[in-house]
């Protein structure tokens, strides 16, 4: 039985004959979470009760499996490193009437990093969208106060050369993402 979860990954749950050698999975089209061939595997204690098929024994273990589908490639950012860039970033938001998702964040800034790659992946989900990145210690400081940032770091929406919307990432990246993601669909 396989469970889809709002983001692409799913749960495979197999119930264990023995405890040695458990059935081998055969999705070809997704790779186990946690890297390696055979992946990580969550041992369950059922609690009883009816199953898929056949009943289970109370204290029966059950295999379970997660998967993660790699539905998009990652899309590198382009750089902005100069007042020009940013008017010529937000010029073709507004000649082509998409968003534009620009990163503001610092090479010392360790949360900047770790989010960028993740920030990449989402870029391969939306084609139409455009993502950019701009490190605030290699910029004048006019571009940073044109995007009024005061916190790093911090991802905004821009459509049709006005700001819409930030996701300022202090906190968890998992939430970074989902609420990057949530930016994008209101303003798509």
């Not at 490639?73 to 010529?88: A, F, H, N, Q, T």
Request: aromatic share 8%; charged share 25%; with cysteine.
């Amino acid at each position: 039985m396989a469970l889809l979860a709002p983001s692409p990954r799913a749960l495979c749950v197999r119930e264990a004959a023995t405890a040695a050698a458990p059935p081998p999975h055969s999705p070809a089209a997704c790779s186990t979470v946690g890297g390696g061939a055979a992946g990580r595997a969550l041992w369950v204690w059922n609690g009883g009760g009816m199953g898929m098929g056949r009943r289970r024994e109370r204290g029966e273990r059950v295999r379970a499996e997660a998967y993660f589908w790699d539905v998009s490639k990652p899309v590198e950012m382009e750089e902005i490193d100069s007042m020009e860039k940013l008017d010529e970033a937000l010029r073709w938001s507004v000649e082509n009437n998409q968003a534009v998702v620009i990163d503001w964040m610092a090479s010392w800034c360790r949360k900047c990093i770790y989010l960028k790659p993740r920030i990449e992946k989402i870029a391969g989900e939306y084609p139409g969208v455009r993502f950019y990145f701009v490190d605030v210690n290699k910029v004048p400081q006019a571009v940073v106060k044109r995007g009024n940032i005061t916190k790093m770091p911090t991802i905004q929406l821009w459509k049709d050369g006005e700001w819409k919307a930030e996701v300022i990432g202090g906190h968890k990246a998992w939430l970074v993402m989902d609420e990057v993601r949530e930016m994008i669909q209101k303003n798509k």
